[in-house]
T-cell receptor, first 116, second 109 residues
Framework: GAVVSQHPSWVICKSGTSVKIECRSL??????MFWYRQFPKQSLMLMAT?????????EQGVEKDKFLINHASLTLSTLTVTSAHPEDSSFYIC????????????FGNGTRLTVT | GQNIDQPTEMTATEGAIVQINCTYQ??????LFWYQQHAGEAPTFLSY??LDGLEEKGRFSSFLSRSKGYSYLLLKELQMKDSASYLC??????????WGAGTKLIIKP
């Protein structure tokens, strides 16, 4: 089946530093990737939609200069949390769309970010 | 606005049956998903309904009524490993996924 690899699984960083999270589709090409954030006991919140070769589309309220998204190839998208603060501590999940079918969404295993 | 409602938490007994309800109000409808999410892990796909009726897949079944804006996920012969959060999500007219907050299901022996 389709596999999406997300790295790292967890990261602890100091306030003010930047953290990069990678999302790779291992056995398919993903023209579209999605980045979500999930706080404890809450649902997934879409942060941005990333299309290969173009700028990401950010959801309302998400700072594009703070959450930098790069979708350089059909198999890789990265999310960089710049100047991280404790309130950025969350579970970040990517998903990749395989093909155009509505049930073609495949999720990475998520990254637990803790900012101290 | 768009809204998806599901219970916050439910408790059931191992071997029993549980029904998790989901009601939605969205701008357009292109299908409803159920995902299972264990703590600290990514969601995994369970079902997709776009037409009214019941879809059965092993121990799990999903029902949809578009006129009522309602769906449920039915889990039979509950096992301890079914303890997880169950997320209801609707694909709206722009093909954007609108997520519910999830229902935490606790299975007791």
């Amino acid at each position: 089946g389709a596999v999406v690899s997300q790295h790292p699984s967890w990261v602890i960083c100091k306030s003010g530093t930047s953290v990069k999270i990678e999302c790779r589709s291992l056995d398919f090409q993903a023209t579209t990737m999605f980045w979500y954030r999930q706080f404890p006991k809450q649902s997934l919140m879409l942060m941005a939609t990333s299309n290969e070769g173009s700028k990401a589309t950010y959801e309302q309220g998400v700072e594009k200069d703070k959450f930098l998204i790069n979708h350089a190839s059909l198999t890789l998208s990265t999310l960089t949390v710049t100047s991280a603060h404790p309130e950025d501590s969350s579970f970040y999940i990517c998903s990749a769309q395989r093909g155009t079918g509505v049930i073609s969404l495949h999720f990475g295993n998520g990254t637990r970010l803790t900012v101290t | 606005g768009q809204n998806i409602d599901q219970p916050t938490e439910m408790t059931a007994t191992e071997g029993a049956i549980v029904q998790i309800n989901c009601t939605y109000q969205t701008s357009g409808f292109n299908g409803l998903f159920w995902y299972q999410q264990h703590a600290g892990e990514a969601p995994t796909f369970l079902s997709y309904n776009v037409l009214d009726g019941l879809e059965e897949k092993g121990r799990f079944s999903s029902f949809l009524s578009r006129s009522k804006g309602y769906s449920y996920l039915l889990l039979k012969e509950l096992q301890m490993k079914d303890s997880a959060s169950y997320l209801c999500a609707v694909l709206d007219s722009n093909y954007q996924l609108i997520w519910g907050a999830g229902t935490k299901l606790i299975i007791k022996p």
